[in-house]
């Protein structure tokens, strides 16, 4: 039997291994094992919120139980064997995930391989470096059929292999001067280029206005601006359509990268220990994940709470407004400044999909079934003062100052919005169809009136 293993790195330490086996034609096993050292190290770094225990004794039975949910992965009739969820979520998706298959040469539905080839760039502040293990290792992380185990080597990580999620076309890129260029086996990318789109035009105009809109409507939002491409130095392999040298990308500046080091960061499919493949909730029905299940994890955190509750609702309504329905669990994050207390990673992947066509719901439901009021589909409903009251109520947190927080966020919008929206370098139609999206917004047009029946 084969063994293939990666050392879990964080900044300077070992936190674990990652290690794979077949123990049958149909049983795979990947599961991680924290290391002892690591276990009764004190005070331990953030790895995952979902990894977390109320004390220090249950933290260490916590990393102990090697056979649970969290540490294991499991088989999905979609993707194959999958890696824990924590692993699979920092894994490239689509377009970028086949790219860094072909530059890797493996099937891109190796996720184990896959996770390898962007070890030494993941998101936030891991490693994933090949370890040989010994005999006694091997014999400790694995129990069945002792005798006949053998390590198998796994490559080094591919000197630009970077892992970055998401669908859409992008390029990890290290700013060099007026040069946008490719990771070095020295230089972590701290730039993400998202590329034109053929089928959606102007994408990147869209996010960058989109962007600002939020901002200006009190979001926080990660700093981003556009470039020509004429700046972009990186082979891609990806169809850009009849774009030229003056087309432009969005870059992105990385929070989880400073030039001081790497900051520690998860999305919120981390967090709640859920698969990439269900990052839009899972399943229809009362196991699937909406965004008070989101809430309750930033309630639980004293460096989060209440705030920023009231700023995922400002995100919500801003999404509404800008008909953007695709806020899903991996489109929001923690950060983790100091390695150990989270933070709302700031907002990105903020789309004015209206801009393109009719968009109405959100990514998640905002509330679970059992809560939500009766009446049409459970994403397709808004932020209504009865959808308030029933999220507020479900988090233990005084609706007042949510609904006040939502009601600032609008107004600001209407403030500024049609300003920005006609400064901006969208088409005329994209313009239209995007005011004609945000002037429907039963709460936009609340605010309009009361505005315009100002003596
Ligand atoms: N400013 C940022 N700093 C750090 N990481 C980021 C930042 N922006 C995005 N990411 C990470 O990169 C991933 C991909 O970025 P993004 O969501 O913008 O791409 P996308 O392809 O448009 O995604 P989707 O599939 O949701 O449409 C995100 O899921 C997130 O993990
Ligand atoms: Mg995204």
Known sequence: ???????????????????????????????????????????????????????????????????????????????????????????????????????????????????????????????????????????????????????????????????????????????????????????????????????????????????????????????????????????????????????????????????????????????LGVMPEDKYGGVAGDAARSYVDVAAVLMGFDSLGEAAVHELLRRLVVNEMLGNPDMHLKNMGLVYPGGVAPRFAPAYDVVAYAAYSRHQGHALALLPAALAPPGGRLRQQQLSPAVVRAFCAALRIPEKPAAAAIREAVRAAVGQWRGLIEASALTTLQKSRLLAHFDAHPMVQSIARRVANRP
């Open 1 to 271: 039997m084969n063994v293939e293993a990666l050392a879990i790195l964080g900044e300077r330490r070992r936190i674990g291994v990652l290690f794979r086996y077949e123990l049958a034609a149909d049983t795979v096993v990947t599961r991680f094992v924290a290391d002892e050292a690591f276990v009764q190290s004190m005070p331990q770094p953030t790895v995952s919120a979902a990894w977390l225990a109320e004390s220090p004794l249950q933290q260490q039975a916590l990393w102990r139980d090697v056979r649970s949910v969290a540490f294991n992965g499991r088989h999905s009739a979609r993707n194959g064997w999958l890696l824990p969820a924590f692993f699979q979520n920092l894994l490239p998706e689509g377009v970028f995930r086949d790219r860094v298959a072909e530059l890797r040469g493996c099937d891109p539905r190796d996720h184990f391989e896959m996770l390898a080839a962007c070890g030494r760039d993941l998101p936030g502040n891991l490693y994933a470096l090949p370890v040989a293990l010994s005999r006694d290792e091997l014999a400790r992380y694995v129990t069945q059929h002792q005798d006949a185990l053998e390590m198998s080597v796994t490559a080094e990580p591919l000197e630009d292999g970077v892992s970055l999620s998401g669908v859409q076309p992008k390029v990890g890129a290290i700013r060099d001067g007026e040069r946008y260029v490719a990771r070095t086996r020295d230089h972590d990318t701290h730039i993400i280029a998202k590329l034109p789109v053929v089928a959606q035009p102007r994408l990147p105009e869209v996010e960058d206005l989109s962007l600002r809109l939020a901002a200006a409507a009190g979001v926080e939002v990660c700093e981003a601006w556009l470039e020509p491409l004429a700046k972009l130095s990186i082979l891609h392999g990806y169809d850009l359509g009849d774009s030229d040298a003056q087309t432009r990308f969005l870059a992105v500046r990385r929070f989880d990268r400073s030039p001081a080091g790497r900051i520690h960061n998860e999305d919120f499919a981390q967090v």
